[in-house]
């Protein structure tokens, strides 16, 4: 396996995951020019949890969850938009205590990785790059701004140092990764809150602060229908804001 970082990792860790277990698979903490050779006998039907990090003890920097295919490509690309796509994805089967620790089961786990695979898209360009996403709903822009907030935290310059430890603190959280899954959890922020996360990643805040949402909700038609975007209503719930929860029953 040969991963592709940027030169701010020194550390790379692969997971097996495995029946609601994710044990330590490999790791190689030899760096050449960004690029890591790592050893390890990959599997089909079977996911790997790959995590790079500044050093052996430090913060995790970029993630991403793999499979066979993924592994055969040249060189796996590790950035901003990997990562803040696996996490918002896999943020309901994973928790950080503190490291990450995965739950669930393959089933759940595939197509928490089929939708980061759509996010991610291929040549830095995923479905939300595109219609009926796109310019047309506001999950590209959400996905943009949390890569530029991102990539303002990663780095070893003060800079970087700074901006990381003011997404931390604003999200409550003791590390880096941990702050982005707080908020993958938490989309719903006052304003403050928003208008601080706005200003980490270098970009104006709207004026509608107010109303804003980290969701990452992809819009799809494929039901033969250019007025009704789903196939047909499932399973409803309302949450504590009185918001009702619809999921597609395709």
Known sequence: MKVLLSDAASFVLVNR????????????????TGEFGIDVG????????????????????????LNAQDVHHAAIKFNARTTVATVFC???????????????????????????????????EGVLDLPPNGRQTISNRVFKILCSLWNNCVGPSEFHTHKRKQFVRLMGSSSLLGALYTLARNPFQDYDTTKELFELAGIEHPKNCQDWQWNLAVKANRSGSLNFMISGPGIGVIDKYERVWITNNF
């Open 90 to 124: 896999f943020c309901q089967l994973i928790e950080m205590n503190p490291d990450v620790e995965f739950k669930g089961d393959q089933e759940a786990w595939q197509v928490a990785k089929t939708m980061s695979n759509a996010i991610i898209g291929a040549n830095n």
């Open 42 to 65: 990959v599997e089909r039907n079977t996911l790997y949890f790959v995590r790079a990090k500044e050093k052996e003890k430090g913060e995790i920097i970029h993630c991403a969850v």
């Open 17 to 32: 995951l495995d029946s609601k277990k994710c044990e330590n698979y490999g790791s190689n903490g030899h760096k050449l």
